[in-house]
């Protein structure tokens, strides 16, 4: 199985039960996610990419490779992820700037699962996760992608204080994927 279905898998597993469950995910690239994700025929997906627009100095010293690419590069990424979902465009949205802009943008809406995999630094990934939360519908999951520590990323360490601040169980998923579910108040 490829990552990005282990990826995808992980997310769908996770609205099971959910007749048609909305994602929100972060950081699209080429779409590869994007396009398992709507093999689920009910599901509503909303991708959220600066694709090249924004590229703070913290993600660049990341070493995170997408972070350097030029813009030629970033509009060919884009025109493959759009080429990739175009046979679902009645299910998806596209939202073309930060993290921060979309969840402004869609602060009246909630989603089941928001799945953050953008800017893999400590601070970005930290601020992702508090601008989304509130995104989540009670009973949803906010998860993401590479909890790891064999790269110079701080998404396990903005994952664990927030864990910990918000006293949440953390679930861990194939392919480095994290999950904390919103319990009902």
């Known amino acids: 199985m490829l990552k990005p279905d282990k990826r995808s898998a992980e997310v769908i597993k996770r609205t ?23 093999f689920h025929p ?29 813009k030629e590069e970033w509009d060919e990424v884009k025109e493959k992820a759009l080429s990739k979902v175009s046979w679902a465009k ?27 995999d ?8 930290k601020k992702d996760i508090e601008a989304w939360w509130d995104r989540v519908a009670e009973g949803g999951y906010l998860g993401g992608h590479d909890y790891r520590d064999d790269k110079n ?19 861990k998923g194939e392919n480095l994927t994290w999950f904390v579910k919103k319990w009902e108040s």
């Open 153 to 171: 990323y701080g998404v396990i360490q903005a994952v664990d204080e927030f864990v910990i601040n918000h006293q949440l169980t953390l679930e």
């Open 16 to 38: 099971i039960g959910i007749h048609q469950p909305s994602v929100v995910e972060i950081g699209v690239y080429k779409g590869d996610m994007a396009r398992r994700l709507l």
């Open 90 to 116: 009645d299910r998806v949205r596209v939202y073309q700037g930060t993290s921060e802009g979309a969840a402004e943008y869609y602060s009246g809406e909630e989603f089941d699962v928001v799945f953050i």
């Open 42 to 70: 009910n599901l509503a997906l909303t991708m959220v990419d600066p694709w090249g627009e924004v590229v703070t100095e913290s993600y660049k010293a990341s070493g995170d490779e997408y972070a350097l690419h030029t």
């Open 118 to 125: 953008g800017d893999h630094s400590y601070e970005q990934t």
